[in-house]
């Protein structure tokens, strides 16, 4: 399915404001925040698994950087919009099918505070805006009951829900949603 991107905008360049964030397309200048901040314990409900040297890190970053520029995926580093600090990365992935699919992952401190839940809703009006799609996904681990909120405060219906693995070699049981 061909995507549907309004002008030539450049998603390597993007930025996305929300009330408290910027959504920003990865950069190379966020290796070491998301070196440090993607730990065992973010990651322990998640596919990825942690970087064990930093030189992973800026492999897996510019891979998303790629991705960007292909129009597959769209990745992005959220940012504190009054300070600037990191608070985690999302993504719509899979932007080129007729089912993207929505991630995302906050640092530890900023757990707690719905920064989940507005940096998703700004990606879904961006999708809503430029692509062209038939649903979007999002799949989360039902132990994982802060993100299972997410898609049901979007009206998210569960689709299925499967087994898989993380990175880290945990059993994982996916609940996927589906948002029309």
Known sequence: ??????????????????????????????????????????????????????TETEAFILAAMQENTERTSLTVVLTDKATGAFLGCAGLHKIDTSEPEFGIWLRRSAHGF?????????LKEWAVEHLLYDQLIYPADERNVSSL????????????????????????RIVEYVIA
């Open 149 to 172: 909120k997410i898609p049901e405060s979007m009206g998210g219906k569960i689709a299925r829900r499967y087994e898989s693995q993380s990175g880290l070699g945990m059993a994982l």
């Open 1 to 54: 399915m061909a995507i549907r991107i309004h002008g030539a905008v450049d998603l390597n360049n993007l930025v996305l404001e929300t009330a408290r964030m910027h959504l920003k397309a990865i950069q190379l200048s966020y290796t070491d925040d998301i070196f440090r901040e993607f730990t065992p314990e973010i990651a322990r409900y998640m596919y990825p698994r942690p970087a064990t040297i930093r």
């Open 114 to 122: 719905g920064l989940g839940r507005e940096a998703i809703y700004a």
